[in-house]
C-alpha cells in the first residue's frame, strides 16, 4: 500500500512538473522576443512611455480589486446565507456579468450614458438632463468593477454554501447583530476565497484591453496594443514588465495567503442552511443587490436590447438583424457551449493536483506553478495565443497540433489556469484533513479516499471554478481568433464581427444569446452541484 | 422540491416576459418620441436601396476546381465573407478562412513564418500588409494581375494590391448644421467658430493614418500646432468611428472626422438618419484615402494558381462592384463608374494616400504627438 501511494505522489509530482513547464510559455516566449528585438531598456526606463502607463495600470488594478472584494463578498453573503427575497434567481443571475466581453460591456454603458441614449430618453420626462460620462479612470474603474466581480463572487458563495453554520448561529444566540455576525464568523472564514478571487479581478484588470481602449485609460496593456505592430521592440519589452509586475504581486499575495485557509483545522460541516434573518433590513438588501444589478447586467443588456429594437425596425428590408443567418449564429452558439464546457472540466483537472499539492503538501514546484499561472492571465490574451502558437510550432507532431481542437483547450487551460487554481485550492481547504486521515485508517485505498470523500466535499468550490473558467472561455477573443481550427465560430467572435462592422443590431442578439447561454450553463453546470448544501 | 423548481421557472418566465415588455415600451417611446425612425417609410429618393441588386462575379480564369487555399482575413466576415463565398461557387475551389484583427493576424504569420498554413493575406489597412512585405513574407504578384490597380493603391514592391478605398469626411449632423458653413479644408476646424463642434478618435487607427499623412505632408511642428488646436478647441473625442457617427446623428456632437462608409452603412440600417458625409477638396489632406489590401504570402509552395485567381477573381469587376453596393467603400479601379451617393474619389493626381514605408517609422511619432496634444 506504501509504494502504491508513493506511485500515485510521484506521477503527480511529475503532472505538475509538467504543467509547470507548460505555464513557462509565454514569459519564455516574451524573453525569446526581449532578447531577439532588444529593445532599448536603458531609454525605456528612463522615459515616461514605460512608468506612466505601468502606474495607471497598478492604479486600476488595485481599485478595482477593492471594490470588486467588498461587492463579490457582500452578494456572495447576502445570497449564500441570508433570507434575501429571491435568492435562487439572484444566485443564476449573480455570475452573469462575468460573461459579458469589456469591449461590449464598455460599448453598451458608454451608449447607455451618451447624450441621446437610452438612459436619457427615460430619464429626461423626470426633469434629468445631464448624465455623467463614462470616461478616462472613473470610466474604467466603474466598468471593471461590475464587469470581475463575479471572481470574488463565484468561490466566495461556494465556501460559503459549504460552511458549517454553527458557528454563526451561536453567535446570533449571543445575541450578535448581523453585520457583526457577517464580520466575526463569516469573514474570517471565507477569506482564503475572498482573497482568491481578488486576486484573480486583479490579474485581469491588468490583461484587459477593451474596456481601457474604449475609455482611454493609458495603461500597460493599451500601449502593448498600440505598439504591438510598429513598434515591436517597445511592445515586447512592455509585455515583459507587465509579465514581471505579475510576478511580483502573485508571489507576494502567497506571502500574505500563508495565513489563511488552513486544511488541517478546518472542521467538518454538519449544519448546513440555517439563514441569518436580515429582519428590516431584508428589504433594503434587496434594493442594494437589485440596485447593483441593474447596473452590471440589466443596464448593458438593456442597451444590447435597444440595439436589437433598433434593427427590428428595418422588418421587411434585407438588411441587418433581419439578414442575420440563423444557423450560422445556432453553430456558434452550440461550438461555443461545447468548447467552452470542455476547457472548463479540462482545466479544473489539469489544476487540481497543482492545486492539492500547494494547500496539502505546501510543495513549492506547485507554488511556483500557481504563481506561473498567475502571470498568464496578467498578459493579454493576444500575447498568450502568439506564444502557444510560438511554441505549438516548435513541438514534434506539430503539424497533427497546429490549429487543432486540443491545442485551442490547452491554450485556454495556459490563459485561464489561474483561474481554476485559485478556486481549486479554495476547494482543497474545504476538505478536512481528518477525514482523510479517519478514511485511511478504515483501510480505504487512497485514490478510493479521494473520490468518495475528498472530491465530494470539494464539489461546490471545484463546480465554482470550473464556472469561472466556462465564463471566460465563452468571452474570450484573441486567443479563439488566433488558435482555433480554421472556419470555426464562436459567439465571442460573431459579436466581435458585428461590433466592428457596426452591425449593432446583430451584436445585441449575439451578446443576449451570449448571455442566455452561460445563465443556462452556470445554473445547469454549477449552480445545481451546490444542491447539497442547500437542500431545504 | 418540485414545487421549488416550479416556482423557479415560473419567476424566470416571467422576468424574461417583463424584460422584453420593458424593451417594447422604450422602443416605441424612441419611435414615437424621439424620432429616430419615422422617416423610415419616407425614404428618400436620391438614397441607394440598401439591399442593392445581387451582384454577379464571373470567374473567367484557368479552372481550380478542387484545389484549396486558406485565407487569414483581416476584413470581417461581414464584409468580404459574401464575396469569397462567390468565389467559391464560381471556381470549384475549397476555401478556408481565419478571420481576425489585421494586426495579430500580420504578427501570427510572421511568427508561423514558413509553416504558415496561410495562402493569402487580406488586411484591412496598408500597414499590416506592409509590415509583412518589409518582412520579405509576400510573394510578388504577376504583373498582368494588378496593372489595372493604379501605383498609389498597391505596394512599392508588387507584392500587394489595394481590394477597396475608404475616404476619410467630415460626417455632420443635417439638423445641426448649416452645409455653408464646411469648411473645404481639414486645416480649417481649429476655428474658434468649430469650437467644441467636431468629433474625433485619437486612439483609432485611420485618423492615426491620417496624422502621420499630414506629417509627412506639412511637417510635425505645424501637425502638432493642428492637433493643439483642435484640442484646445475642446473637440470632443470618442473611441472609434463608429462611435462618432452614432454620437453625431444622435445630436450629441455636430460634427466628426471619421471614415466616409461609416455614414452610408448607418444609413442602411437607420434610412433617413440625420447624417451626412462632407468631403473637404479633393487635394486636401482631409480628403486622404486609405486602402484594404491583399497578398500571397510565401510559403515556399510553387503551385500557387489558387491564390492568384482568388486576387485575380477580388480584383475582377464584379467584385469591385461588390464594394460600392454591399460595404459602401470605393473601388480600387478608379475607371469604374460609382454612384451618385459616392462621390468620386479624388483623381490619381490629386489623391493623398499612405504608404507603410513611410508609416513605418511614423506610427510612434505620431502617437506621440496626439499624446502631446492635449486632447482628452
Sequence with gaps: MKTASGVFRRLQGFWILLVGLAFLGPLGYLIYENIRLRPDFAELLGSNRLWRPLGNSLLLATTVTASAMVVGTALAWLVARTDLPGRRAWAVLAPLPLVIPSFVGATALIALLARGGLAESLLSPLGVSELPQLAGFWGAWLTLTLFTYPYVYLPTYARLLSLDSSKEEAARMLGRRPTSVFATVVLPSAWHAITAGSLLVFLYTLSDFGAVDLLRYETLTRSIFTNRLFDRPTSVAHALVLGLAALVVVAGERRLQRRAGDPAKEEAPRRFGQMQALGRLRWAALGGVAAFMLFSLAAPLASLGFWMMRGLVNLGRDVGVVAMDLSSLAQATLSTVLVSATAAVVCVAVVLPVAWQSIRNRSSLAKATGVLAGVNFALPGVVVALALVFWALRMPFSEQIYQSYPLLIGGYVLLFGSQANQAAQVAVTTAPVRFTEAARMLGARRIRRFVSIELLLMTPSLAAAGGIVLLSVMKELPLTLLAAPTGLSMLSSEIWDSTETLSLAQAGVESLVLVAASGLLTWLLVIRRYRFGHST | ?376
Excluded: C
Design chain 2, 1 to 376: 422540491m418540485s414545487s421549488v423548481r416550479f416556482r423557479f421557472a415560473f419567476s424566470l418566465i416571467v422576468g424574461v416576459a417583463l424584460v422584453l415588455g420593458a424593451l417594447f415600451g422604450v422602443r416605441s417611446i424612441l419611435i414615437n418620441d424621439v424620432g429616430y425612425f419615422e422617416t423610415r417609410n419616407s425614404p428618400d429618393s436620391d438614397e441607394p436601396e440598401a439591399s442593392g441588386p445581387d451582384f454577379e462575379v464571373i470567374y473567367s480564369g484557368p479552372s481550380i476546381e478542387g484545389q484549396s487555399i486558406t485565407v487569414y482575413s483581416g476584413r470581417n466576415e461581414a464584409l468580404i465573407g459574401p464575396l469569397i463565398q462567390q468565389f467559391v461557387e464560381s471556381t470549384g475551389a475549397d476555401v478556408e478562412v481565419r478571420y481576425g484583427n489585421s494586426t495579430d493576424l500580420a504578427l501570427l504569420i510572421e511568427i508561423e513564418g514558413q509553416s504558415t498554413p496561410a495562402d493569402v493575406f487580406i488586411s484591412q489597412s496598408p500597414g499590416a500588409i506592409e509590415y509583412l512585405s518589409t518582412e520579405g513574407l509576400l510573394t510578388p504578384l504577376p504583373n498582368e494581375l494588378i496593372e489595372a490597380v493604379p501605383a498609389i493603391f498597391k505596394g512599392e514592391g508588387g507584392d500587394w494590391a489595394g481590394l477597396s478605398g475608404r475616404r476619410r469626411v467630415l460626417v455632420y449632423n443635417t439638423e445641426l448644421v448649416d452645409v455653408e458653413e464646411l469648411p473645404s479644408s481639414v486645416l480649417e476646424l481649429t476655428d474658434a467658430r468649430f469650437a467644441g463642434r467636431v468629433a474625433i478618435a485619437p486612439g483609432n487607427s485611420s485618423f492615426q493614418d491620417f496624422v502621420t499623412l499630414m506629417r509627412l505632408e506639412i511637417g510635425d511642428d505645424p501637425t502638432l500646432a493642428w492637433l493643439e488646436g483642435m484640442a484646445a478647441n475642446n473637440s470632443p473625442t470618442y473611441a472609434k468611428n463608429s462611435a462618432i457617427v452614432d454620437a453625431v446623428v444622435r445630436g450629441e456632437v455636430d460634427m466628426g472626422l471619421v471614415n466616409h462608409y461609416y455614414m452610408l452603412r448607418y444609413r442602411d440600417e437607420s434610412p433617413g438618419a440625420p447624417g451626412d458625409n462632407h468631403l473637404f477638396a479633393d487635394d486636401d489632406l482631409g480628403s486622404a484615402v486609405l486602402v484594404t489590401g491583399v497578398g500571397i504570402l510565401d510559403d515556399g509552395d510553387l503551385n500557387d494558381a489558387a491564390p492568384k485567381a482568388f486576387i485575380e477573381f477580388m480584383l475582377s469587376e464584379g467584385a469591385q462592384e461588390y464594394y460600392f453596393k454591399k460595404t459602401r467603400e470605393y473601388p480600387v479601379k478608379l475607371h469604374l463608374a460609382v454612384p451618385a451617393f459616392l462621390h468620386p474619389l479624388p483623381s490619381e493626381e490629386d489623391a493623398q494616400t499612405l504608404h507603410f514605408t513611410e508609416l513605418a517609422d511614423g506610427l510612434a511619432g505620431t502617437q506621440d504627438l496626439i499624446d502631446r496634444s492635449g486632447f482628452r
